[in-house]
């Protein structure tokens, strides 16, 4: 397999790759669903376009570009095309306040800034050298320009994703990315007759790598909408036959509340946040919805998944996936076996590779010992508000600032205390 889009392209190049479902106008009349559908053949071209523009800018290997915008087809053009060029794609979440925008940026350092329109203010407090919007780059005569030969390297960075407050920022391998994909088409069994939505940003990491890359990466069709908007969603699984959707706690339970909540009953597959609630979870269930619950970090987007038959109130979070080994250790990090409770470490090709420029403490591994600069902390919470479960989910958790997480020996620890019965099911402690 390859994340090539190229050759998937040759091989299905009228197959629909992407349905952008955004309303074409601001203010369109709610449940309005326009469908701008992308083949991938279509996707390759604009993977190529994009790839020389990028180039024209003066994008070369081992460069970082960072894409600041909600959920396009360009949030995927230009990872593939940072791909042909060997340069490693940042996405920024819109989200974030001119006062944490900058913190992704100060680790990164970007070679350019690409923007929407719609996020010029956000733009304007990142100092950066070179910035360009979308439509430049789309305006811009790639014809003429020749693409420069990428790496083959698969372990060289592809992807960096930041936390929800902006920090700390994780690289992510080809190997790593095309590993997420595998792990995720095994794990919820997705197939190239599968159409699905994604509700969450593709600049988080379940944005990306529980819905929208594996979807993509097994020739399946993507719906994408610009605004997670409920009566929308809901009008396009009842129109545009979408077998599965993935998303956190907020959004799920806006559609399970909302007024044409039975379109649901369209739906084959959920992949829900492990903090969905369960009332959500049930209103699925009745539906006759296939319903999988998943936890992961930033450093390990998906870490362990469980089939939910019916809504529990315990904090089981299920088992491993196949790609992912999961351990306990002490106090001492002296690995406990069997049933037990201990710090959680994680390890596998889906696990980040490390953190980029870990400016707090000047070590790329994040060390324990290691701590933020005063306050930060709490700064941190303030600007992400009380109810983080709800808007971050697991794999964009809230505690990103923590300064007990860090790579090391091969594993990723993340300082966080779970439990494992006797069947290896793991539980939040």
Known sequence: ??????????????????????????YAPAETVHADRVSYAELSQIVGRTAGALADHGVEPGDTVCLVTRNRVASIAFLFACRRLG?????ISHRLTPTTVKRPFDALEPSLVVAEAAQRDLVRSIRSEQTATLDQLADADASTVTTPKRSTDVDAPLLALHGEPGRPVVAFSASAVEWNCISAIVTWGFSRND??????????????????????????????????????TLTA??????????????????????ENADALAGLERAICDHAA????????????????????????????????????????????????RARLVDDESTVLEGAAEGILQLSGPVVADGYVNLADTGDATGSREAKQEDGSNEEARMERGTDEADEHGSAGSADEDDDT?????????????????????????
Do not use: K
């Open 1 to 26: 397999m390859t994340l090539s889009l190229a050759r998937r392209a040759e091989r299905s190049p009228d197959r629909t790759a992407v349905v952008d479902i955004s309303e074409e106008h601001l």
């Open 195 to 232: 159409s699905g939505i994604v509700l969450d940003p593709l600049s988080a990491p379940d944005g990306l790598f529980r819905v929208a890359l594996p979807l993509l990466y097994v020739g399946g069709q993507l719906l994408l909408d610009r605004a997670f908007d409920p009566g929308d």
């Open 277 to 324: 609630d369960e009332d959500a979870l049930e209103t699925l269930l009745e539906h006759d919805v296939s319903v999988s619950s998943a936890y992961g970090l930033l450093e390990c987007p998906t870490a362990m998944s469980r089939a939910v038959a019916e809504p529990t109130a315990d904090d089981e979070i299920g088992r491993p996936i196949l790609d992912c």
């Open 405 to 429: 997480r860090r790579f090391t020996d091969g594993w990723f620890d993340t300082g966080d205390r779970f439990r494992r019965d006797e069947d290896g099911v793991y539980s939040s402690h």
């Open 87 to 91: 340069a490693t794609l940042a996405p």
């Open 237 to 258: 699984i009842d129109e545009r036959d979408v077998a599965l959707l993935g998303g956190r706690a907020a959004p799920i339970r806006e559609l399970a509340a909302g």
